[in-house]
């Protein structure tokens, strides 16, 4: 069994962390590359990089929800809370979203590392 180097929480909080700011300003490019950080420094392999990713993707997408929530009621007030429907139907979009896009970069992530761990054990 191959010991591992630091907990697996860990790689999907440097992931989230990363997420949070950056993806407001590359909506695109923040959920991946978090994602592949989050993967790359987790166990190697795509299919844990991606559950990395998935992981790191759904918190953020609560987060945001959340601050959404939060804003909407701050800024209209009981109109706000009211179109609480509306915000559940953007923690839908926004899970998939961000869960799918980290999990895409988990997967690039995990895959980079099993490939740079088996490298450095061929050149062994």
């Known amino acids: 069994m191959a010991k591992q180097d630091a ?6 909080l440097v992931g989230i962390i990363f997420m949070l700011f950056i993806s407001p300003f ?7 590359v978090g994602g ?3 993967g790359y420094l987790g166990p190697p392999g795509a299919v ?3 559950l990395g990713g998935l992981i790191g993707g759904l918190v953020v997408a609560a987060i945001f929800s959340v601050v959404a929530v939060v804003g909407g009621t701050a800024v209209l007030g009981p109109l706000g809370t009211l179109l609480g429907l509306g915000v559940a139907v953007l923690l839908f979009a926004l899970a998939l979203y961000f869960g799918l896009l980290g999990a ?3 997967a690039i992530g995990g895959a980079l590392k099993a490939w740079t761990v088996s490298n450095r054990r061929a050149a062994w």
Do not use: E, Q
């Open 104 to 106: 895409v970069g988990g």
């Open 26 to 32: 590359f909506p695109v490019g923040g959920p991946i």
């Open 48 to 50: 844990r990089g991606a």
């Open 36 to 38: 592949a950080i989050g």
């Open 7 to 12: 907990p697996y929480w860990l790689s999907p």
